[in-house]
């Protein structure tokens, strides 16, 4: 690879900086770094810097936060046409300007083994349908959402009671190392992407915090998919019959059959909050009450007893 070459990067959230830090330690000269403007986060809505910005800082690489980069004039600030633009979920469509705007084109790495679960959470989609493998894709950039033809991907277990803030960790490296791997290849042109099967596509929309929401008349084993991909955000929750709203931070399905109505807590003791569901029990491990810490059931039941309660359905 040439040293010469020069990269702009695209990205936003911590899924995208080890990627970023590939291509730094790959001695590519990274002449421009584009993440979204800063936003309120955490609990005070402050006003705070992306993590992407935070490490493009610490690097001393030239910065642009456009609100757009729609428009005439949306190329004019950026400086002279990269060679190659490596986007990691950046959060902005790039229209066809920008498309065209690198000698190489723009290519990006998303969380999944495409053409399975395009969109915007591929790592919680997989979780729920209780995937067995999944992986990153290196892929051209298109118009469509993750139609691009992929040039190349890597795939890996998913854990039996990994999270998705766990899967995201392991992903997250894994793009890394794909791209400096393909980086070469793609700065001189030898790397042909492979078209992806369309009639196999899946999609993967954003998560909503009204889907964290257990329905306990649904499967143990698919409430606790629900449980892990929903962790760290928005975090599962249920409530009681009388309304106390509790976060379900970890559970595990039990073989055990009940009788009982979906949603009744068939025993409470030292070893979980075990709760009928539409097949089979779930037992809770963790979990968080209102305005309180994470903790294990078994502390919460000794402040609240739950002996012939119920959550709702």
Partial sequence: MSVSARIAFAGTPQFAVPTLEALVASGAAVDLVLTQPDRPAGRGRQVAASPVKAAAAERGLRIAQPQTL???????????APDLLVVVAYGLLLPPPVLAWPRLGCVNLHASLLPRWRGAAPIQHALLARDATTGVSLMRIERGLDTGAVYLERSTS??????????????????????????????????????????????????????????????????????????????????????????????????AKTA??????????????????????????????????VMPASAYLAAHPLDGAAFAS
Wanted: glycine content about 10%.
């Fill in 158 to 255: 998913i854990g039996a009671r990994e999270t998705a803030g766990q899967l995201h960790d392991r992903l997250a490296k894994l793009a890394a190392d794909i791209l400096a791997d393909a980086l070469p290849g793609l700065l001189a042109g030898e790397l042909e992407p492979t078209p992806q099967q369309e009639a196999l596509a899946t999609h993967a929309p954003k998560i909503t915090k009204a889907e964290a929401v257990l329905d306990w008349r649904r499967a143990a084993l698919e409430l606790d998919a629900r449980v892990r991909a929903f962790d760290p955000w928005p975090v599962a929750e249920t409530r009681l019959d009388d309304g106390t709203r509790l976060r379900v931070w970890r559970a595990e399905p039990l073989e």
């Fill in 260 to 293: 009982a109505r979906p949603g009744t807590v068939v025993r409470a003791g030292a070893d979980g909050i075990d709760v009928a569901t539409g097949a089979g029990i779930l037992r809770l491990t963790h979990v968080q009450p209102p305005s309180g810490r």
């Fill in 70 to 80: 729609k428009g005439a004039n949306a190329l004019d600030a950026l400086g002279p």
